[in-house]
């Protein structure tokens, strides 16, 4: 159900941060958080940090770095071929009896950043400890769906993933797995059903990630709902295209 492969190379790593480095300056996403202390952003953009944990599907996607790849994606179709290369190359042969995967047209980024949580919080009863807690069939995502993670930076302790390993484990929320990735490895998971959250990034470094979900066509079935985020539908052509 979650397994992690290795890989031998990480192109959008490198096309990511060339952009990044030209736009804010960094010398290494680890430290991008370095740049709320300096004039690199606007003080709308600083805005965005007054408060550590920000409203889940709401909020949380306006961090003035995931806005900027946004634009980047849309704009630079490098980062789209190198989406691609990378599913072709090392997610499709998982799959050898499937023509076409479906897969989500534009993955998100995640930044990490130390004090802050990724996600926001939801209308539930949660504490700095469990930030966002969900599974993604909540949200009407079509239950054959796998998720993918790419770490563009060491994804470990608080500041990466809490998650149970099966559906309606009912254990204690501090006894959920924590995703540990290195640069050379992709994570490949259930999360549809299975629960996960965040907490405060209590390490020194900001961890920045991509994540997408991918489905194989013939377990593909149209979906007549919507992204809680962005507002789009289920269905090839909106949400997913065919690879």
């Given amino acids: 159900m979650h397994k992690v492969y290795k890989i031998n190379e990480n192109n959008l ?3 990511l941060f060339n952009n990044y480095k030209k736009k804010f300056g960094i010398d290494k996403f680890e430290n991008i958080h370095s740049l709320l202390n300096t004039n690199k952003l606007n003080e709308d953009e600083k805005q965005f940090y007054d408060t550590p944990i920000q409203i889940f599907g709401k ?7 995931v806005k ?3 634009h980047l994606f849309d ?3 490098t980062i789209l071929h190198e989406y691609l290369h990378f599913i072709i190359k090392y997610i499709k042969p998982l ?3 499937e023509e076409y995967l479906v ?3 534009t993955p998100n980024i995640r930044f990490h950043l130390p004090g ?3 996600i926001g919080s939801r209308d539930v009863d949660e504490t700095k400890e469990i930030v966002g807690l969900h599974h993604d069939g909540e949200f009407g995502h079509p239950e054959t769906e796998t998720n993918v993670i790419l770490p563009i930076t060491e994804m470990f302790d608080t500041n990466s993933i809490y998650y149970e390993t099966t559906p309606n484990s009912n254990i204690d929320y501090n006894r959920y797995n924590n995703l540990k990735l290195k640069e050379n490895e992709v994570f490949m998971g259930y999360f549809n059903k299975c629960n996960h959250y965040n907490k405060i990034n209590k390490t020194n470094i900001t961890r920045v990630s991509l994540d997408f979900r991918i489905i194989p066509h013939s377990k593909f079935c149209v979906e007549n709902k919507s ?3 962005h507002n789009i539908k289920f269905k090839i052509g909106d949400y997913y295209m065919l690879i």
């Avoid at 909020?59 to 770095?65: E, V």
């Fill in 59 to 65: 909020t949380d996607r306006k961090s003035p770095f």
């Fill in 75 to 77: 704009t630079d179709y």
């Fill in 68 to 70: 900027y790849f946004y």
């Fill in 13 to 15: 790593k490198v096309v």
């Fill in 116 to 118: 802050y949580s990724n």
């Fill in 103 to 105: 897969i989500q047209k």
């Fill in 95 to 97: 799959y050898p009896k």
């Fill in 227 to 229: 992204s809680v985020s």
